[in-house]
């Protein structure tokens, strides 16, 4: 029986025999070997498909870490600010550690899905008026000053509890894959893979170590541009932030593993987005697509040319019904037609 990542990598993490796990049984999500995308690029490419966690998110990784943690701490209250899938997580996770949550979000920039599940699960919420940048500065002063545990990944067990993403990774393919592309947002994520794949290295279980390739939307590309952006826009809200946590981590994660940050426009996120549920049967969020969309464009200026075979992973961080308007959005809404059979056969084009 799966018992979450903590358990199945516990000596690599740091806890003891008195933490109390809390689980929901996240991590061991599918490896997906994309043919149309290694068609494309002429490499192997394979979806690391983090949409199947408990919240239908990567953070899910992290969380089990954080909570755990906190209530080893007797923390009472956890808080985050957030895009949407942190809060979600932090409240299913709150929810079964019995932990009081609060999030704080943007108002009117998280996707229902991920509003929904922040509510149903318990959290106070509140839509802050401001961008994520801003939630984010309060929770911080909030968790600095009261004995609220603050659960965004400034929180070192976040990271901690994503690297098991790389053990996975390295686990299924035997080896490290060459390339790595990954949404950046906050830049936990790339923060927590690198320092993943360094630790399996250490440990004897790779060889190698892929270059690390994250992407930024275009309206919210602080680290690829150099500064802060005051006002990111993207369709992809979950990683439409201004002023990355982990800026300097991110940039060493690609300075380190020879890779790059670059930023792909929000009609090559929404091209990727399509590609992959057409062409993959796989439905993930527009921020996840990202990825995809920034692997296309290096495949497209032969990036991948050099490296003789390459072993090409994306990571696909959240799940597509998060944010189910923007599918109905991007593809025309179904005709509705009258209970007859000729008129569906007229459709079908008989
Ligand atoms: C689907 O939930 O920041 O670079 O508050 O939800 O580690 O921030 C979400 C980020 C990529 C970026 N893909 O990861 C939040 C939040 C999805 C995400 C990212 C996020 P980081």
Redesign the pocket.
């Known amino acids: 029986m799966w018992k979450g990542v903590i358990e199945k990598y516990r000596e690599y993490l740091p806890v003891t025999k008195k933490t109390p796990v809390i689980t929901i049984s996240e991590g061991n999500t599918p490896l997906v070997y994309s043919q149309s995308l290694s068609d494309i690029t002429g490499c192997s490419v394979y979806l690391k498909y983090e949409g199947l966690n408990p919240t239908g998110?990567f953070?899910d990784r992290g969380m089990t870490m954080a909570i755990s943690k906190a209530c080893e701490d007797k923390a009472k209250t956890v808080i985050c600010?957030?895009?949407?899938?942190?809060?979600a997580s932090a409240s299913a996770y709150a929810a079964k550690a019995n932990l009081t949550s609060v999030v704080l979000v943007p108002e009117g920039a998280v996707a229902l899905g991920k509003l929904s599940q922040a509510l149903i699960h318990g959290a106070l919420v509140l839509q802050v008026e401001g961008n994520?940048d801003d939630a984010f500065n309060l929770v911080k002063e909030i968790s600095d000053k009261y004995p609220i545990t603050l659960v965004n990944?400034l929180n070192p067990y976040r990271i901690e509890g994503q690297k098991t993403g790389a053990f996975e990774i390295s686990d299924a393919l035997g080896t490290a894959p060459d390339f790595q592309v990954m949404?950046?947002?906050?830049?936990?994520?790339?923060t927590a893979y690198w320092k993943g794949y360094k630790e399996y290295r250490d440990a004897g279980k790779i060889k190698s170590l892929p270059k690390m390739l994250g992407f930024q939307a275009e309206g919210a590309a602080p680290i690829v541009k150099g500064h802060v952006i005051s006002k990111p826009q993207t369709i992809a809200t979950?990683?439409r932030?201004g002023n990355?946590a982990s800026w300097k981590k991110a940039e060493a994660a690609r300075d380190e593993s020879g890779g790059l940050i670059g930023a792909v426009s929000d009609d090559e996120i929404l091209n990727a987005y399509k590609l992959l549920a057409q062409k993959d049967g796989v439905f993930v969020?527009p921020?996840?697509a990202a990825s995809v969309a920034g692997l296309l464009k290096l495949a497209k200026k032969d990036y991948f040319k050099e490296t003789k075979e390459a072993k090409i992973v994306c990571i696909l961080?959240?799940h597509g019904l998060k944010d189910p308007n923007r599918a109905i959005k991007t593809i025309n809404k179904p005709k509705t037609i009258p209970a007859k059979i000729d008129r569906v056969l007229k459709e079908i084009g008989y």
């Open positions: 998110s953070k600010a957030s895009t949407g899938n942190t809060s994520f990944s949404p950046v947002g906050n830049a936990g994520n790339i979950a990683i932030i990355p969020e921020a996840s961080t959240g």
